[in-house]
């Protein structure tokens, strides 16, 4: 099989890539724990690294094959296609569905006048450009976008501070184990568990060897982001986080400096913008390349332009108002759970069993 | 908005199949031919405001009825 990409990316790109990702859905962590959702990161947390570690388990024990090929070797030809379907289709539904969430967003808050659809190609053609030109310029991009939402959120922070109220986060923990652990899950699905993308792009990094230490330090990283996110949140809100769609946006538009600094929720959407292009452009390009692999394709980049059609009319014919966007929120963790933890951890205990690969088939 | 839509497939078509036939690449434009057509098809039924069926609304019927009674049991709705 030909290599489809011939980009390297080094471990720190990797580690930043992961953040991005992380902090590039932003817009519902937390959502039903209100002031709690922090427990409910550092639980989710917990289970987001053993998520990586399992994924990296999976790669290297089959050095040197991609996400696809693992599959179709672990349950054999037929069997394998099917599932490599599924998990291409998890892809790209996931790709389809983050973007329509951004486009929500905007439609919402800033461009309230301006046609989804317009929105919608703009954004996808930006996208398509960065799935075209592969992982390396991606990961070079998020370099500089990664710098500029960190800035960001630092000198948000800052100017929250002020306003902090200590006494939002008691009482601690008054909403029930249960409650508490469907938050928690719902935060591991996304962001965390999303991050099974990463398995078509491992094959990238020039330093195998680091690729747990990487994807541990990836992952630890942008759920400490997070972590600072909700706390921010409830420190400035409490209870009341649950009473808005968008939390970030509410947050920073409270900012207020001597009547003089304000309106600086412009600032959230700029974050949003750009780690919103990074989430969509990785998980578009993840998509793209794996059905390319699936049809033994010599390139991906035929297959950009007609996938991204497909992904706007999904994006575009999905619900039809923010409540059915909120229910599908809170059962998409169920939906997901078979594609980006199943999958992976399945495929990794039937190579247990069967002893996969064999010595010397390398 | 029709004539938009065929402008934009135009300029696809346009991008991407004069490079795809200059390197012989037959698979690959079939793959972008099954692609893009079904993209086109959709699109366009899209544009002329026909409904079409929702993928995310059909998975949320499907798992409000095989799974809200237990989360409502489980005590988390």
């Known amino acids: 099989m030909t290599v489809l990409e011939k980009g390297r990316i080094a471990s720190s790109q990797l580690v930043m890539l992961l953040v991005s990702f992380g902090v590039g859905s932003v817009l519902v962590v937390g959502k039903g724990a209100g002031r709690d959702a922090w427990v409910a990161v550092l639980i989710s947390l917990a289970v987001a690294v053993a998520h990586a570690v399992l994924l990296v388990i999976l790669f290297t024990r089959f050095r040197g094959r991609t996400f696809l090929q693992i599959i179709d070797l672990v349950y054999g030809k037929y069997l394998g296609k099917l599932i490599a379907i599924a998990f291409l289709w998890y892809l790209f539904y996931l790709t389809a569905v983050v973007f329509s969430e951004f486009i929500n967003f905007f439609k919402t808050t800033v461009y309230t006048t301006t046609p989804a659809w317009v929105i919608l190609v703009v954004g996808l053609l930006v996208c398509a450009s960065a799935a075209r030109n592969g992982i390396?310029?991606?990961?070079?991009?998020n370099q500089l976008l990664l710098l500029f939402y960190l800035a960001n959120l630092v000198?948000?922070?800052?100017?929250?501070?002020?306003?902090?109220?200590?006494?939002?986060?008691?009482?601690?923990?008054?909403?029930?184990?249960?409650?508490?652990?469907?938050?928690?899950?719902?935060?591991?699905?996304?962001?965390?568990?999303?991050?099974s993308v990463f398995l078509m792009i491992f094959p990238a990094l020039n330093r195998q060897e680091e690729l747990l230490s990487t994807m541990v330090k990836g992952t630890i990283f942008s759920g400490l982001i997070l972590l600072g996110l909700v706390l921010r949140d409830i420190a400035i809100l409490g209870n009341l986080t649950e009473f808005f769609?968008?939390?970030?946006?509410?947050?920073?538009?409270?900012?207020?400096?001597?009547k003089f600094l304000t309106r600086l929720e412009i600032l959230v959407v700029l974050n949003l913008i750009t780690m919103g292009f990074l989430k969509v452009s990785l998980l578009y390009y993840g998509t793209v390349l794996g059905v390319a692999q699936l049809l033994r394709l010599r390139t991906y980049l035929p297959l950009v332009f007609p996938i991204g059609v497909l992904l706007a009319v999904v994006g575009l014919n999905n619900y039809r108002n923010i409540a059915e966007n909120l229910r599908f929120v809170e059962y998409w963790r169920l939906y997901a759970?078979?594609?980006?933890?199943?999958?992976?951890?399945?495929?990794?205990?039937?190579?247990?069993?069967?002893?996969?690969?064999e010595e010397g088939a390398n | 908005m029709v004539v938009l839509l065929l402008v934009a497939f135009g300029a696809i078509i346009l991008f991407e199949v004069p490079g795809l036939i200059h390197k012989a690449y037959w698979r690959e434009l079939i793959a972008f031919s099954v692609l893009l057509g079904l993209g086109f098809g959709l699109s366009l039924l899209l544009t002329l405001e026909v409904e079409l069926p929702s993928v995310t609304l059909g998975i949320l019927r499907f798992m409000e009825t095989h799974f809200e009674g237990l989360l409502k049991a489980w005590g988390v709705f």
């Open chain 1, 136 to 141: 390396e310029v991606l990961a070079r991009a």
């Open chain 1, 155 to 195: 000198f948000t922070v800052v100017l929250l501070v002020k306003d902090f109220q200590l006494e939002n986060f008691l009482p601690v923990l008054d909403i029930g184990v249960n409650k508490l652990l469907w938050v928690a899950f719902g935060i591991a699905s996304l962001p965390f568990f999303e991050v």
């Open chain 1, 245 to 258: 769609t968008y939390t970030s946006y509410q947050v920073v538009r409270l900012i207020n400096v001597g």
């Open chain 1, 337 to 357: 759970f078979p594609f980006h933890v199943g999958i992976p951890l399945v495929t990794l205990l039937i190579a247990l069993v069967r002893k996969l690969p």
